[in-house]
């Protein structure tokens, strides 16, 4: 099985801060890399697919980087309604598998 | 855009049963794979089992192999995950969502149906 670690755990950003998250694979997932955003009370919405590409209608402030074993979710100037926590998650093989999760947190 | 809607999550007794559906507005929906998604209360998301558009291929989570069955009948455009067994630690809202096979990732997520397992 594939172990997806999220660092951090949670942060606290300032409005218009610039935010990286970073998602690690116990093994090489290719650029089978997927970042959701659960905003509370919410499902989850897809916001990268290919580690990089982003979903469809999601704002140009949100990127992806990386491949292999290591990812990041940079969020360039973070706005309120990003409130939420952040999931990564590999569709290279079976199981599939997301990490824990990163809270972002308004300052 | 298309719309998954979920139901039949309930209150069951531990060892019972339940079958979720999953109700989905695509024209393509026989050709879309598809997977459900559960999160227990207060936790993280965990991937329980996807299948291909055809119904062909299903896989399961460990934790669930041998109780839950997925399913679809692509003349209504629905899905199923049919769960059996039912412990303390499967409660949980259950989401199901496009894609989750042939290397896709989950584009599109319902709103979810609570299953509670208590006595």
């Known amino acids: 099985e594939v172990v997806m670690t999220q660092s951090p755990a949670a942060l606290s950003v300032s409005p218009g801060e610039r935010l990286t998250l970073s998602c690690r694979a116990s093994?090489?997932?290719?650029?089978?890399l997927a970042w959701y955003q659960q905003i509370p009370g919410q499902a989850p919405r897809l916001l990268i697919y290919?580690?990089?590409t982003r979903a469809t209608g999601i704002p140009a402030r949100f990127s992806g980087s990386g491949s292999g074993s290591e990812f990041t979710l940079t969020i360039s100037s973070l706005q309120s309604e990003d409130l939420a926590i952040y999931y990564c998650?590999?569709?290279?093989?079976?199981?599939?598998?997301f990490g824990g999760g990163t809270k972002v947190e308004i300052k | 855009e298309v719309q998954l809607l979920e139901s039949g999550g309930d209150l069951v007794q531990p060892g019972g049963s339940l079958r979720l559906s999953c109700a989905a507005s695509?024209?393509?929906?026989?050709?879309?794979?598809m997977g459900w998604v559960r999160q227990a209360p207060g936790k993280g998301l965990e991937w329980v089992s996807s299948?291909?558009?055809?119904?062909?291929?299903?896989f399961y989570a460990d934790s669930v192999k041998g109780r839950f069955t997925i399913s679809r009948d692509n003349s209504k455009n629905t899905l199923y995950l049919q769960i059996n067994r039912l412990r303390a630690e499967d409660t949980a809202v259950y989401y199901c969502?496009?894609?989750?096979?042939?290397?896709?990732?989950?584009?599109?997520w319902g709103q979810g149906t609570l299953v509670t397992v208590s006595s």
């Open positions: 969502a496009t894609g989750g096979h042939d290397f896709n990732p989950f584009d599109y």
């Open positions: 695509t024209v393509t929906f026989n050709t879309s794979p």
């Open positions: 299948i291909k558009g055809s119904g062909a291929d299903p």
């Open positions: 093994e090489r997932v290719s650029s089978r």
């Open positions: 290919g580690a990089s």
């Open positions: 998650q590999q569709y290279s093989s079976w199981p599939l598998t």
